[in-house]
């Protein structure tokens, strides 16, 4: 006997763990004591049940309430129905598979090659070969991509920090700085940006929204206090103002580009704000509202004599003398 005098229930882990994740999703939040009245097994049992539970990859997290610690879902979670592809949706993830070079390194990958295992395990053996052949002919042209490897194990604790909402400890080491520097965060998302990754989070010290280079996070530490992202929070309207991935003050900035590289420029957006003219002599003017004035500055310089800064006069003599600096460099004496 067990519990208030509820007999122990006589079936397998697997039939009883069915039971406790069946208790945890018609719930709001379960406790311990709870699980074991309902199940009619002891306490030991039911953690070594939720631990199970959890390492298969359900979204399980704890919560206080009145006094008594209680288990939920962080969504509720049920079996996935089968999912039917078209050809064309099929080439189409195939050809996305080619583009995961980024992610080489990460457990990202991984999960990915997974998710592909998966489809091409269903598919009659020709097509999945077919399929293999679109994935190994795609050509992905990652210039100065970034190796993660060494960051496996920090993005494996950012992974589940994201999944499930608990606060971080990162060691950072900021460009320029001889010394790490610690911050506690609230992971928000993961941005991918020019081939980098990057975490963006909710720096506590700073009282601020902080974007962190993958590479640069030498160590984090998982903390076990929770967190929730604010209501209606999107990470592109949080960095809307930006040009890139550094949130400073924004400003007005015009640019003319010449004639000859104008077809580059016109038919692209490089900010939400972006306004084009076409000029009589073929010359083109673009003009946004965005900060982060060293990713303009080092877009403007790529494209060297062809791109002539306007405004805003500040960010003009920042470059005027970035010019000036390289060409003392290629000066001959």
Known sequence: MTGKGRPAKKYSQAGRVHDVIRLIEARHGISISELTEETGVNKRTIHRDLAAIQEAGYPLISDWQDGEKVYRFLTRFKDVPPISFTLQELMTLSLLRSQLDLLKGTPFLEDMQSVFRKVNSVLPPRLAAHMERIAEVSLPLLQGKRDYSRCAESLQTIRHALLYQHSIVITYHPPNRPEAVEYLVDPYTLLFQKGGIYLLGYAQQRQALRTFAVERIAKVEPRQERF??????????????????????????????SAGIAHAIKDRIWHASQQVKEERDGSLTLTFHAGGKMEILSWLLSYGAHAELISPPALREELTRLVQDTSRLYHYR
């Open 228 to 257: 929730q992202i604010p209501e209606g929070f999107r990470p592109g309207e949080a960095l809307g103002g930006a040009f890139g991935i550094v949130a400073e003050p924004p400003m007005d900035v015009v640019i003319r580009f």
